[in-house]
């Protein structure tokens, strides 16, 4: 068997070829700051129900979508200071946690770079006695799990070594006990990580959490009406906040002003809608209209300071 069946490693120009590679977490990517897009993606099979993949994002990006029924996820982001937010809360030295069939969200607010390993439910139960059993469990249905910083910090170093041993060697894959040997390496950091692992306090992220509820609402909003520019006077009164508190919130989740923000987002939205339709069903013009843009120079200057390319560039569907 190929060894690139257990190791695959791919490059992305764009969010959403990026998202389809990771079939098992069903996700859309959206691209919410600017810069010309660049993804990496290196996924390891190193079981039936094991997966293990490193990525890197080089922009500001949100990632929404659902871990297959079955399955839980982990995710650590790389490094410790990461102000990624999943759920709204600030992952800072956390772990992320999602059981399946559970729907995320996740914000980055610039180039960000995170390990996920997914399991089946059956491998995480066995390994589950390693840290006294399912039922003693406190943070098994919580999102987000908080351990030490010096735990995350070793156990991040261990993971990655490893995975990049696996990458170097990657002709070895092809033999089960090589895949074992690297599967229990992975396993051991995270459920050596895990053994300290506590629910989050949560009364000192309230500020965090209401932040991220003002932007989620706002964007909802936007997504739900495309035919209706909505402006940041129309999101203060939708989120019911004064101007300052719109302003604090979109700095604090998105590390952009809420204006930027919604600019880029309906420039994302317009990319995304010309990737997925050919040019004889809809022409540049009206899906930049679509989205609220009317000065063809200008919308074709900001696609091309957001993405790095002109709308023309754009690949068709």
Not at 139 to 167: H, M
Not at 211 to 240: F, I, T, W
């Given at each position: 068997?190929?060894?690139?069946?257990?190791?695959?490693?791919?490059?992305?120009?764009?969010?959403?070829?990026?998202?389809?590679?990771?079939?098992?977490?069903?996700?859309?990517?959206?691209?919410?700051?600017?810069?010309?897009?660049?993804?990496?993606?290196?996924?390891?099979?190193?079981?039936?129900?094991?997966?293990?993949?490193?990525?890197?994002?080089?922009?500001?990006?949100?990632?929404?979508?659902?871990?297959?029924?079955?399955?839980?996820?982990?995710?650590?982001?790389?490094?410790?200071?990461?102000?990624?937010?999943?759920?709204?809360?600030?992952?800072?030295?956390?772990?992320?946690?999602?059981?399946?069939?559970?729907?995320f969200s996740a914000q980055s607010s610039g180039p960000s770079e995170h390990v996920g390993i997914v399991l089946g439910d059956s491998i995480f139960a066995m390994y589950a006695d390693y840290l006294g059993g399912m039922a003693s469990l406190a943070?098994?249905?919580?999102?987000?799990?908080?351990?030490?910083?010096?735990?995350?910090?070793?156990?991040?170093?261990?993971?990655?070594?490893?995975?990049?041993?696996?990458?170097e060697n990657r002709e070895a894959l092809a033999f089960p006990a090589a895949r074992i040997s690297a599967r229990d390496d992975i396993l051991e950091h995270l459920f050596c990580l895990l053994i300290d692992a506590e629910a989050p306090r949560r009364?000192?992220?309230?500020?965090?959490?209401?932040?991220?509820?003002?932007?989620?609402?706002?964007?909802?909003?936007?997504?739900?009406?495309?035919?209706?520019?909505?402006?940041?006077?129309?999101?203060?009164?939708?989120?019911?906040?004064?101007?300052?508190?719109?302003?604090?919130?979109?700095?604090?989740?998105?590390?952009?002003?809420?204006?930027?923000?919604?600019?880029?987002?309906?420039?994302?939205?317009?990319?995304?809608?010309?990737?997925?339709?050919?040019?004889?069903?809809?022409?540049?013009?009206?899906?930049?209209?679509?989205?609220?843009?009317?000065?063809?120079?200008?919308?074709?200057?900001?696609?091309?300071?957001?993405?790095?390319?002109?709308?023309?560039?754009?690949?068709?569907?």
């Open positions: 068997m190929s060894h690139a069946v257990h190791c695959h490693v791919e490059s992305f120009g764009n969010p959403e070829d990026h998202a389809l590679g990771l079939p098992q977490l069903n996700q859309q990517y959206l691209q919410t700051g600017p810069g010309r897009y660049e993804g990496q993606l290196q996924q390891f099979r190193l079981d039936d129900d094991v997966f293990v993949y490193h990525e890197r994002l080089n922009v500001p990006t949100l990632q929404e979508g659902c871990v297959r029924r079955g399955c839980r996820m982990f995710g650590i982001p790389l490094p410790a200071d990461s102000r990624t937010t999943l759920y709204g809360r600030s992952i800072g030295t956390s772990v992320g946690h999602i059981a399946g069939g559970r729907e943070w098994a249905d919580e999102q987000l799990l908080k351990v030490g910083l010096p735990a995350r910090q070793r156990a991040s170093a261990g993971i990655v070594e490893s995975l990049c041993t696996a990458g009364r000192g992220d309230v500020t965090r959490l209401s932040h991220s509820d003002v932007v989620n609402r706002c964007r909802k909003y936007m997504q739900a009406n495309p035919s209706q520019p909505v402006g940041v006077l129309e999101l203060c009164s939708l989120a019911r906040v004064s101007r300052r508190t719109l302003q604090i919130a979109f700095l604090d989740v998105t590390g952009v002003t809420p204006y930027v923000y919604l600019r880029t987002m309906r420039l994302s939205l317009v990319r995304r809608l010309l990737r997925q339709t050919s040019a004889d069903r809809v022409q540049i013009r009206d899906a930049a209209a679509r989205w609220g843009f009317v000065h063809m120079g200008r919308f074709a200057a900001d696609y091309n300071r957001m993405f790095g390319y002109l709308p023309s560039e754009t690949p068709r569907a």
